[in-house]
Each structure stands twice: as C-alpha cells, then as structure tokens.
C-alpha cells in the first residue's frame, strides 16, 4: 500500500518527535522530514513534495500561516494541516484562508489527527468538531425552515443520522460508540457528506460560511511577524 508522505513543522522537538512517533505507529504514513521554522519548512515543502505537511502556527523566522500562503502558491499539491492551540472560529478561517485544508488542535486524539491526515491526503477538506457542529447547527435549521432541501435529499438514512450527531456536537469517537461503528467508517461518511453538502473545497466551505453568516472577512496576519501558539 501507498505510504502517505508526511513533512511535520514545529519549533519543538518534543511535538515534532511525538508526532512522527504517533504517525509511524499506525502505519501507512512515512515521516519525510522535519522543519523547527517556517522557512525550513517552505524550502523542505518545496524539495520534498510531501503528501501532507502538519504546520505549526507559531514558528520563528516565518508564522505557520504566511509558511503555507507560500507552499500552497507554489505546489497546491501539497496538503498542509495546520496544527494549533487556537480554537476558535477566526483561525479556522485564517487557516483556510492562507490556503490549508485543515485546521486541528494539538490536543485532540492522536484518532482525530490520523483521520485529518488521511482526509487532506484524499483531496478533502478536514472540519474541526467545534465548527463542524456550528455549521450543521445551521443547515439544518436552514432544512427545518425550507431554505435548505435538495442538498438534504442526497444524504441516506445513516448519514442524516451522522450529520444531526455531528451537529449536536459529538466527536469522531462518540459517533462511533453510540452507531456501533469504526472510527473509519465514520470519517467516510463525514467525507460522503461533505462532498453532498458541496463543502468538498476550501473555496466550497467559505462560500457557505459567508452566505449562513458566519464568517467576516479574515484579515491578513503580517508575513515575517511569529504567532504565538
């Protein structure tokens, strides 16, 4: 089986150690190399052509978001899963905004990070519970008020289902203990459901945020100036 290529960019050894460790332990992914700065980690980007890169935000010489501006103008190929403890809806957006697929806490399941890594590596976008949870939130009061059906009417019974658990805040995991399920089976669905629901893209997924109302216009962080973490 294809190896998924993995470049990890974090100012801590410990993380990045963690992390290839973690990621090395499942199988299927292969630990290409490492960067502890931003600028290490376009020049190692853009060399290596990873699969998937997981980006710090805050990292000194360059901020992980102006990092993967850089990667994604240069090779979009490369899916970079920005790795933060930011939990809010703003960098979400930002994160999207620079160009990356996905945007996940640092401590969430090591579960959580696999399926994020398999999910960019497949072409898709990975939604983080908290956000995921507002905008099903939405949609369906948007299907309950009648603005919302034919999307709706794509979805089977069990991925209805998923998306009112996803909606009331549950998690992969939770998911797949209440339905019995794998932690697998249930990203996929998440992924059917995104794609049906026509968030399958990072422009997709803003144009919808924008139209519910949830979303302002991000602003641009300085390029050279560090994030904090």
Same mark, same amino acid.
């Given at each position: 089986?294809?190896?998924?290529?993995?470049?990890?960019?974090?100012?801590?050894?410990?993380?990045?150690?963690?992390?290839?460790?973690?990621?090395?332990?499942?199988?299927?992914?292969?630990?290409?190399?490492?960067? *502890?700065?931003?600028?290490?980690?376009?020049?190692?980007? &853009?060399?290596? @052509?990873?699969?998937?890169? $997981?980006?710090? !935000? /805050?990292?000194?010489?360059?901020?992980?978001?102006?990092?993967?501006?850089?990667?994604?103008?240069?090779?979009?190929?490369?899916?970079?899963?920005?790795?933060?403890?930011?939990?809010?809806?703003?960098?979400?957006?930002?994160?999207?905004?620079?160009?990356?697929?996905?945007?996940?806490?640092?401590?969430?399941?090591?579960?959580?990070?696999?399926?994020?890594?398999?999910?960019?590596?497949?072409?898709?976008?990975?939604?983080?519970?908290?956000?995921?949870?507002?905008?099903?939130?939405?949609?369906?009061?948007?299907?309950? *008020?009648?603005?919302?059906?034919?999307?709706?009417?794509? &979805?089977?019974? @069990?991925?209805?289902?998923? $998306?009112?658990? !996803? /909606?009331?805040?549950?998690?992969?995991?939770?998911?797949?203990?209440?339905?019995?399920?794998?932690?697998?089976?249930?990203?996929?669905?998440?992924?059917?459901?995104?794609?049906?629901?026509?968030?399958?893209?990072?422009?997709?997924?803003?144009?919808?945020?924008?139209?519910?109302?949830?979303?302002?216009?991000?602003?641009?962080?300085?390029?050279?100036?560090?994030?904090?973490?």
């Amino acid at each position: 089986m294809e190896r998924i290529r993995v470049l990890i960019a974090d100012d801590h050894t410990l993380v990045r150690e963690g992390l290839r460790a973690l990621l090395q332990a499942q199988g299927g992914f292969e630990v290409i190399a490492e960067a *502890s700065n931003g600028r290490e980690a376009v020049d190692r980007a &853009l060399h290596l @052509r990873p699969d998937v890169v $997981l980006m710090d !935000i /805050g990292m000194p010489e360059l901020d992980g978001l102006a990092a993967t501006r850089r990667i994604v103008a240069a090779n979009r190929a490369i899916g970079v899963l920005v790795l933060t403890v930011h939990e809010t809806e703003d960098y979400f957006f930002r994160v999207l905004e620079a160009g990356a697929q996905g945007f996940l806490v640092k401590d969430a399941a090591s579960t959580e990070l696999v399926a994020a890594v398999r999910a960019i590596h497949g072409g898709g976008v990975y939604l983080y519970p908290p956000l995921a949870k507002r905008l099903v939130e939405e949609y369906l009061h948007r299907v309950s *008020s009648g603005e919302e059906r034919s999307s709706y009417g794509k &979805l089977t019974a @069990r991925e209805r289902e998923i $998306l009112a658990l !996803i /909606g009331a805040g549950h998690t992969n995991q939770e998911i797949a203990a209440q339905l019995s399920l794998s932690v697998n089976t249930v990203q996929t669905h998440r992924s059917h459901i995104i794609d049906k629901l026509d968030l399958h893209s990072r422009a997709e997924l803003m144009r919808y945020a924008i139209r519910a109302g949830l979303l302002r216009a991000p602003s641009r962080p300085d390029e050279e100036r560090p994030t904090s973490t």
